[in-house]
């Protein structure tokens, strides 16, 4: 089965679960986020019941052999904490706590054709091409400074 196929699959499940567990509803969302008002734990129960079930498939990812359909298990590898992550972490937190939506719910939301939904995962798409083009831009700027180093010249 061709890698984009699995991955269209494994949306479509992502999504669905998304859609069962009202992780796609913003007020429940958005209530669940209001600790100190009428504060909705029920998408507690779904994150927790998210992370038992997923913990227990990584435990047995680990276990087997190679993937069927990639060439290597890709793990991650860092453990510290930095800046970007922080940044990132923060920006994503905003992001869910003003709308009500993150990055998968947004784009399940979609179907619906709703404006808010519409402008969010545009601007969404933009802040990651921005972030892509900055990133693109400081390492091309850190390689042109270090060929002037490297060159013996001084700008």
Avoid: E, Y
């Avoid at 209001?34 to 507690?44: M, V």
């Avoid at 969404?124 to 990133?135: I, R, S």
């Amino acid at each position: 089965m061709p890698l984009v196929l699995v991955s269209f699959i494994c949306g479509l499940i992502f999504g669905a679960g998304l859609l069962i567990s009202g992780m796609t509803d913003t007020t429940k969302v958005l209530g669940f986020l209001d600790i100190f008002g009428a504060w909705d734990a029920t998408l507690a129960f779904v994150m927790a019941g998210a992370v038992a079930v997923s913990s227990i498939g990584f435990v047995l990812a680990r276990r087997r052999g190679p993937p069927v359909f990639a060439a290597q298990s890709l793990w991650p590898t860092r453990k510290d904490i930095d800046v970007p992550l922080v940044t990132g972490a923060a920006l994503f937190g905003i992001g869910w706590g003003l709308v009500g939506l993150c990055p998968g719910p947004a784009l399940v939301n979609l179907a619906g054709l709703s404006l808010p939904v519409i402008v969010f995962v545009a601007a969404m798409a933009v802040g990651m091409l921005g972030h892509d083009a900055w990133t693109r831009s400081r390492a091309s700027a850190r390689q042109t400074a270090q060929a002037t180093v490297a060159a013996g010249g001084d700008g």
